[in-house]
């Protein structure tokens, strides 16, 4: 864990320039988009088999996180299939859950999911852009995002926006894949990363670029004190850090 002032670094804007298909001139949003309705009906495998299934227990202690807040309304931003917006109803039985995601594709198997579990009542989903939330000021007690940030065409806008909707006093809490820093295993990690994982995606989705952009934008994206830094400049105070399994991933929180 650390609460260390250190700047954001040379670096904290990379990721925004690692794009999903390099040959299109179409923005990274749009491509974004594009990448997260092509790979949809697959998405929800390949996140276990990425992850061998360890996502459910960081997203476990993402909500652990919260649960001392006890937010009564949570938005979930970039929610994608909805994991993350089910299980933190499920766990912390907020009055309600919004999640949003620029993926239509996505939302609709979200969709699918919490009419199967009936839950209709509680959570909900809309389309929309995570860099222009269509939610008033401080609506939110919670705000969160699971495996997204590294997604956001512009970073500080997104943690900007994200700051602007939640109420004082309310967390934001970001999960987030990083690389890990010990040689030996950061040798397995680049062997599974660059190599097993593209050919597998190509298999289930036929998407073989969106599995390529995965470990350029993990290795791209703010990681540690530099995350924590653009989580300041939006206005957050009380800004730590947690790094899980050996450093793959990387819980973030900070308090308005």
């Known amino acids: 864990m ?6 954001s670094g040379n670096n904290s804007n990379r990721v925004e320039h ?3 298909y390099s040959d299109s ?10 990448m997260f309705d092509s790979i949809a009906p697959a998405y929800d495998f390949m996140n276990r088999a990425m992850t061998l299934g360890i996502d459910i227990w960081w997203r476990r202690l993402a909500v652990k996180r919260l649960k001392p807040l006890r937010p009564a309304h949570i938005l979930d931003v970039a929610t994608g299939t909805g994991d993350f917006a089910i299980q933190l109803n499920d766990s912390l039985h907020p009055e309600h859950v ?3 995601d620029l993926s239509q594709g996505m939302l609709d198997e979200a969709i699918r999911k919490v009419k199967a579990k009936g839950d209709e009542d509680t959570i909900s989903f809309e389309q929309g852009d995570c860099l222009s939330l269509p939610m008033p000021d401080e609506t939110f ?3 969160t995002v699971a495996f997204g940030v590294r997604n956001f065409e512009h970073l500080q806008q997104g943690y900007n926006e994200m700051a602007r909707v939640l109420k004082p006093g309310g967390m934001l809490c970001v999960l987030e894949l990083s690389t890990p820093t010990q040689p030996v295993i950061r040798w397995f990690y680049d ?3 660059l190599h097993i994982i593209p050919w597998l995606g190509s298999l289930k989705s036929g998407d073989k670029n969106a599995y390529r952009y995965l470990p350029e934008s993990v290795a791209a994206v703010p990681q540690g004190n530099d995350m924590l830094q653009l989580m300041r400049n939006a206005g957050l105070r009380d800004a730590h850090y947690r790094r899980l399994t050996l450093g793959v991933c990387t ?3 900070a308090i308005k």
């Open 141 to 143: 007690n919670a705000v």
């Open 2 to 7: 650390s609460t260390s002032n250190a700047s």
């Open 191 to 193: 062997l599974y990363t």
């Open 251 to 253: 819980i973030y929180t």
């Open 98 to 100: 919004t999640g949003i």
């Open 18 to 20: 690692v794009t999903p």
């Open 25 to 34: 001139s179409s923005a990274k949003t749009e491509q974004v988009r594009q």
